[in-house]
């Protein structure tokens, strides 16, 4: 690992502003510029309407998803201020959920403990209730309404933290809603809830899809015998193949590169891709270690097939113990 991380700092290190930084926050610059798909949301012509409610749904994943996870890394700015304004604007303005909790549960926990059973092994996707076809394709849609009802029961949080994060999560819900109603001309309540409604759960199927594609059905470790580092993040983590919508929406460090993210999680989505993920696949590969992918559409066989097994079912944990 050692030898890896000196070859990828060296590669960082070479690496301009407009690489580490600049293009991920021009991607979620332009997401920002969402006028246009509110104006058109205030076309009566239908085409015009539904092209306004994707380009929409569009600009909300890549803020929700791809700015909120670079904000929870600090991947947006070398500046620490800067970095935790970014937490709490992306994670709860945008994404209506408390950064405290989203900082803490995903990068100290889950990319710490990667699948290792009881702290980072994806628990929280697992909802064993749920028949397979529900849990795959339609509970995800409840997401936009579940997420911010989680971020106000979160553990270890003081008062001071549960209050801000009510109102910086009201005050990214009333800006959404005063758009549609005073530029898109929304004048029923229930007609801009609604909308506001479809387009967060837009990609919200993917979202959860990719979160369990990603590390579920991978070996997992028992805390007593985990294994080292290397060999958790190349055993337990898969990468999706390039995908054009959800590589630029999710960003690339959630499908395309995910391995590379695991082994160095503050690196920006451009990085992983442009830079990274050439040297870190090819140093696996010569020293013959794991560098797991699989297509979308396997995946999504594999789980429906097996989703008793993998989500309903977790076996033993002596039998889940990977390369010790």
Not at 27 to 34: D, M, Q, R
Not at 279 to 289: G, P
Request: include cysteine; proline fraction near 5%; aromatic fraction near 10%.
């Amino acid at each position: 690992m050692m030898e890896l991380s000196r070859m990828v700092q060296k590669v960082v290190k070479e690496s301009s502003w407009w690489e580490r930084r600049g293009v991920d926050c021009s991607i979620l610059g332009a997401a920002f510029l969402s006028l246009p798909p509110f104006l058109l949301l205030s076309c009566s012509q239908l085409p015009c309407f539904s092209l306004g409610m994707l380009l929409m749904g569009v600009a909300h994943a890549v803020i929700t998803v791809k700015g909120t996870h670079l904000a929870s890394h600090g991947a947006l700015s070398d500046s620490k201020v800067l970095r935790k304004v970014c937490a709490v604007f992306f994670i709860e303005v945008c994404g209506s959920f408390s950064a405290h909790a989203g900082v803490n549960g995903h990068v100290k926990l889950h990319h710490a403990h990667t699948n290792i059973i009881g702290l980072g092994d994806s628990s929280i996707w697992k909802v064993p209730a749920l028949p397979r076809t529900v849990y795959l394709f339609l509970a995800p849609l409840a997401v936009p309404v579940i997420t911010p009802l989680v971020a106000l029961h979160q553990d270890g949080c003081s008062l001071v933290w549960r209050l801000r994060t009510v109102l910086m999560v009201a005050l990214g819900l009333a800006s959404q809603y005063w758009l549609l109603v005073n530029v898109s001309g929304f004048r029923s309540v229930h007609g801009a809830l609604l909308c506001m409604l479809v387009c967060r759960a837009m990609f919200s199927v993917p979202f959860i899809h990719v979160n369990i594609f990603q590390h579920i059905g991978l070996p997992m470790f028992s805390m007593k015998k985990r294994p080292k580092r290397i060999d958790q993040m190349t055993l337990g983590v898969l990468n999706l193949p390039r995908n054009f919508l959800l590589d630029w929406t999710f960003g690339h460090s959630l499908i395309s590169c995910h391995v590379e993210h695991h082994l160095f999680p503050f690196l920006s989505d451009n990085m992983c891709l442009k830079q990274v993920k050439p040297v870190v696949s090819s140093y696996l590969n010569e020293k013959k270690l794991p560098y797991q992918e699989d297509t979308y559409l396997s995946r999504l066989h594999l789980f429906y097939h097996k989703y008793q097994e993998l989500m309903v079912f977790a076996p033993p944990i002596t039998e889940l113990v990977g390369v010790q």
